[in-house]
C-alpha cells in the first residue's frame, strides 16, 4: 500500500534528551513536511524539504532538526533547546512544485510526544 | 492566504447529508478552496479541492458559489466514522511559504445515531 508511516505512535522523553521521530513514504513524492500540533489548535509549520538535501525552516523551527538524505525519508530531532517539546507531531507529503498538479498533502498517522 | 471561517461545531443525524460552511471573502483570483478533515489523533485527510466549478469525488461534494466568497462541503450520506474536524483552506498552490497549510479552528462535525 502506499503512503505515509510515522514511528513510533508515543513517545515517552526525559527533560534533556533528545528524540528522533521518523517519518517515510511511499508516493514517490518530493516534498515533505513537519507540522506540530497542540492540543485543540491547528497545525503549525516546523520544516519543509522540496527536494533531497535541501530542506526550510518553518514558523516554529527552533529546537528541531531534520535531514533529507533520501527522497522517501525526512527524520525530525526534536532537542533539548525545544522549551516546550510536548505535542502531537505530523509528517507530510506532497509532489514537487512544478509538476503541474495541485499540490495536496498527505498525512501520516501522527507521533504523539510526550516530555516527562 | 485567504481567511476562512467556518462555525466551530454541527451535528448531523446518521445517513443524512452534512453541509459544512465557509466563508472565504477575501479569496483571490488564483487561490484555491481545500478541504480537509480530521478524526480524533489522527492524521488530517485529504478531502477535496476547486477553484470555480463544483468538485465531486467519492468522498464529497464541493460546492463553491459563483462570486468563490463562500463553498459548502457536502457529505451525501454521513456515517459515524465521519465525526472530524472539518478544515476548510484557501491558498494559492505551491506559494513560497514552502506550501504550509493553515489550518484554522475548524468545523466540528458530530454525526448522531
Known amino acids: 500500500d502506499g503512503g505515509i508511516t510515522q514511528s513510533p505512535k508515543y513517545l515517552f522523553r526525559k527533560e534533556g534528551q533528545n528524540v528522533t521521530l521518523s517519518c517515510e513514504q511511499n508516493l514517490n513524492h518530493d516534498a515533505m513536511y513537519w507540522y506540530r500540533q497542540d492540543p485543540g489548535q491547528g497545525l503549525r509549520l516546523i520544516y519543509y524539504s522540496q527536494i533531497v538535501n535541501d530542506f526550510q525552516k518553518g514558523d516554529i523551527a527552533e529546537g528541531y532538526s531534520v535531514s533529507r538524505e533520501k527522497k522517501e525519508s525526512f527524520p525530525l530531532t526534536v532537542t533539548s533547546a525545544q522549551k516546550n517539546p510536548t505535542a502531537f507531531y505530523l509528517c507530510?507529503?506532497?509532489?514537487?512544485?512544478?509538476?503541474?498538479?495541485?499540490?495536496?498533502?498527505?498525512f501520516g498517522p501522527g507521533t504523539r510526544l510526550t516530555v516527562l | 492566504d485567504a481567511k476562512t471561517t467556518q462555525p466551530p461545531s454541527m451535528d448531523c443525524a446518521e445517513g443524512r447529508a452534512a453541509n459544512l460552511p465557509c466563508n472565504h471573502s477575501t479569496i483571490s483570483g488564483n487561490e484555491y478552496v481545500y478541504w480537509y478533515r480530521q478524526i480524533h489523533s489522527q492524521g488530517p485527510q485529504y478531502i477535496i479541492h476547486g477553484l470555480k466549478n463544483n468538485e465531486t469525488n467519492e468522498m464529497a461534494s464541493l460546492i463553491i458559489t459563483e462570486d468563490r466568497k463562500s463553498s459548502t462541503l457536502i457529505l451525501p450520506h454521513a456515517t459515524l466514522r465521519d465525526t472530524a474536524v472539518y478544515y476548510c483552506i484557501v491558498r494559492v498552490p505551491y506559494n513560497n511559504a514552502g506550501n504550509m497549510l493553515t489550518f484554522g479552528g475548524g468545523t466540528r462535525l458530530m454525526v448522531k445515531p
Open positions: 507530510a507529503s506532497s509532489m514537487a512544485v512544478g509538476t503541474g498538479f495541485v499540490d495536496t498533502q498527505y
